[in-house]
Protein backbone atom coordinates (compact mmCIF):
# COMPACT_ATOMS: atom_id res chain seq x y z
CA UNK A 1 0.00 0.00 0.00
CA UNK A 2 1.42 3.34 -1.15
CA UNK A 3 1.40 5.83 1.98
CA UNK A 4 0.20 9.09 1.82
CA UNK A 5 -3.39 11.22 2.33
CA UNK A 6 -5.21 10.96 -0.20
CA UNK A 7 -8.83 12.78 -0.50
CA UNK A 8 -11.79 11.52 -1.21
CA UNK A 9 -14.66 13.40 -3.46
CA UNK A 10 -18.28 13.44 -4.16
CA UNK A 11 -19.34 16.04 -6.43
CA UNK A 12 -22.72 17.26 -6.44
CA UNK A 13 -24.70 20.32 -8.37
CA UNK A 14 -24.70 22.51 -4.90
CA UNK A 15 -22.32 20.98 -2.78
CA UNK A 16 -18.68 18.89 -2.97
CA UNK A 17 -17.96 16.19 0.09
CA UNK A 18 -14.59 16.32 0.73
CA UNK A 19 -12.88 13.75 2.95
CA UNK A 20 -9.32 12.03 3.40
CA UNK A 21 -7.35 9.22 4.44
CA UNK A 22 -4.72 8.53 7.16
CA UNK A 23 -0.51 8.86 6.53
CA UNK A 24 -0.98 4.66 5.79
CA UNK A 25 -4.08 4.40 3.98
CA UNK A 26 -6.42 2.84 6.36
CA UNK A 27 -9.04 4.88 6.81
CA UNK A 28 -11.43 7.58 5.28
CA UNK A 29 -12.83 10.22 7.73
CA UNK A 30 -15.04 13.39 6.70
CA UNK A 31 -13.16 16.76 6.11
CA UNK A 32 -16.09 19.43 5.06
CA UNK A 33 -18.90 20.21 2.41
CA UNK A 34 -17.92 22.79 -0.25
CA UNK A 35 -20.13 24.66 -2.19
CA UNK A 36 -20.56 24.15 -5.70
CA UNK A 37 -19.26 27.13 -7.76
CA UNK A 38 -16.78 30.30 -7.85
CA UNK A 39 -13.79 29.11 -5.25
CA UNK A 40 -14.75 25.62 -5.36
CA UNK A 41 -11.36 24.37 -7.06
CA UNK A 42 -9.66 26.74 -5.04
CA UNK A 43 -10.84 25.68 -1.69
CA UNK A 44 -9.97 22.04 -2.75
CA UNK A 45 -6.70 22.13 -3.29
CA UNK A 46 -5.95 24.59 -0.39
CA UNK A 47 -7.62 21.22 1.60
CA UNK A 48 -5.24 19.32 -0.64
CA UNK A 49 -1.96 21.54 0.29
CA UNK A 50 -3.12 21.23 4.36
CA UNK A 51 -3.16 17.61 4.37
CA UNK A 52 -0.41 17.63 2.39
CA UNK A 53 -2.51 15.22 0.24
CA UNK A 54 -0.38 12.93 -2.29
CA UNK A 55 -3.80 12.06 -4.60
CA UNK A 56 -7.36 12.66 -5.14
CA UNK A 57 -9.88 10.37 -5.64
CA UNK A 58 -13.32 11.43 -7.41
CA UNK A 59 -16.54 9.47 -7.83
CA UNK A 60 -17.69 9.27 -10.95
CA UNK A 61 -21.59 8.40 -10.81
CA UNK A 62 -22.24 6.05 -13.70
CA UNK A 63 -25.46 4.87 -14.17
CA UNK A 64 -26.36 1.16 -12.60
CA UNK A 65 -25.87 -0.05 -16.27
CA UNK A 66 -22.88 0.91 -16.05
CA UNK A 67 -23.14 4.09 -18.92
CA UNK A 68 -22.48 7.23 -18.46
CA UNK A 69 -25.28 9.81 -17.39
CA UNK A 70 -25.10 14.06 -17.07
CA UNK A 71 -24.20 13.78 -13.57
CA UNK A 72 -20.98 11.60 -14.89
CA UNK A 73 -20.28 13.95 -17.83
CA UNK A 74 -20.31 16.80 -14.59
CA UNK A 75 -18.02 15.03 -12.06
CA UNK A 76 -15.56 14.09 -14.95
CA UNK A 77 -15.32 17.70 -16.36
CA UNK A 78 -15.02 19.02 -12.51
CA UNK A 79 -11.99 16.39 -12.20
CA UNK A 80 -10.51 17.36 -15.18
CA UNK A 81 -10.97 21.09 -13.82
CA UNK A 82 -8.99 20.06 -10.62
CA UNK A 83 -6.52 17.87 -12.52
CA UNK A 84 -5.60 21.31 -14.28
CA UNK A 85 -5.49 23.21 -10.75
CA UNK A 86 -3.11 20.44 -9.08
CA UNK A 87 -0.11 19.29 -9.43
CA UNK A 88 -1.50 15.89 -8.09
CA UNK A 89 -2.69 12.83 -9.43
CA UNK A 90 -6.44 13.03 -9.91
CA UNK A 91 -8.12 9.29 -10.20
CA UNK A 92 -12.25 8.27 -11.12
CA UNK A 93 -13.60 5.97 -9.52
CA UNK A 94 -16.99 4.44 -9.98
CA UNK A 95 -19.85 5.45 -7.34
CA UNK A 96 -22.57 3.79 -8.07
CA UNK A 97 -24.83 3.87 -4.81
CA UNK A 98 -22.64 5.29 -3.05
CA UNK A 99 -25.43 8.24 -2.04
CA UNK A 100 -27.83 5.76 -1.51
CA UNK A 101 -25.19 3.94 1.04
CA UNK A 102 -24.21 7.21 2.55
CA UNK A 103 -28.51 8.56 2.91
CA UNK A 104 -28.90 4.59 4.34
CA UNK A 105 -26.23 5.29 6.97
CA UNK A 106 -27.58 8.28 8.14
CA UNK A 107 -30.84 7.34 8.79
CA UNK A 108 -29.44 4.15 10.60
CA UNK A 109 -27.46 6.48 13.45
CA UNK A 110 -31.05 8.20 13.81
CA UNK A 111 -30.62 11.71 11.40
CA UNK A 112 -33.54 13.01 9.06
CA UNK A 113 -32.69 13.80 5.40
CA UNK A 114 -33.24 17.34 6.31
CA UNK A 115 -30.41 17.05 9.15
CA UNK A 116 -28.23 15.05 7.73
CA UNK A 117 -28.65 17.53 4.44
CA UNK A 118 -25.24 19.39 5.60
CA UNK A 119 -23.23 16.13 6.01
CA UNK A 120 -24.60 13.50 3.60
CA UNK A 121 -21.70 14.79 0.63
CA UNK A 122 -18.96 14.51 2.95
CA UNK A 123 -20.17 10.63 4.29
CA UNK A 124 -20.39 9.68 0.51
CA UNK A 125 -16.96 11.04 -0.01
CA UNK A 126 -15.86 8.95 2.88
CA UNK A 127 -17.82 6.01 1.23
CA UNK A 128 -16.19 6.50 -2.02
CA UNK A 129 -12.46 7.00 -0.34
CA UNK A 130 -12.90 4.15 1.71
CA UNK A 131 -13.71 1.81 -1.32
CA UNK A 132 -10.70 3.24 -3.43
CA UNK A 133 -8.39 2.05 -0.14
CA UNK A 134 -10.04 -1.24 -0.06
CA UNK A 135 -9.44 -1.62 -3.28
CA UNK A 136 -5.66 -0.40 -3.26
CA UNK A 137 -4.98 -2.94 -0.10
CA UNK A 138 -6.55 -5.84 -1.78
CA UNK A 139 -5.36 -5.32 -5.31
CA UNK A 140 -2.20 -4.03 -4.73
CA UNK A 141 -2.88 -1.33 -7.57
CA UNK A 142 -3.73 2.16 -7.96
CA UNK A 143 -7.74 2.14 -7.86
CA UNK A 144 -9.28 4.07 -11.05
CA UNK A 145 -8.25 5.30 -13.80
CA UNK A 146 -6.07 8.59 -13.67
CA UNK A 147 -8.09 11.72 -14.60
CA UNK A 148 -6.43 13.76 -18.18
CA UNK A 149 -6.41 17.68 -17.66
CA UNK A 150 -7.31 17.80 -21.02
CA UNK A 151 -11.07 16.03 -20.86
CA UNK A 152 -12.28 19.03 -19.23
CA UNK A 153 -11.44 21.30 -22.14
Do not use: N
Amino acid sequence: MRSGVRLGIDVGTVRVGVARSDLHGMLATPVETVARGDGDIARITAIAAELEAVEIIVGLPLALSGQRTASTEDAAAFAARLATAIDLPVRHVDERLTTVSAQAALRSSGRSSKQGRPVIDQVAAVIILQHALDFERSRELPPGVVVDPDEGL
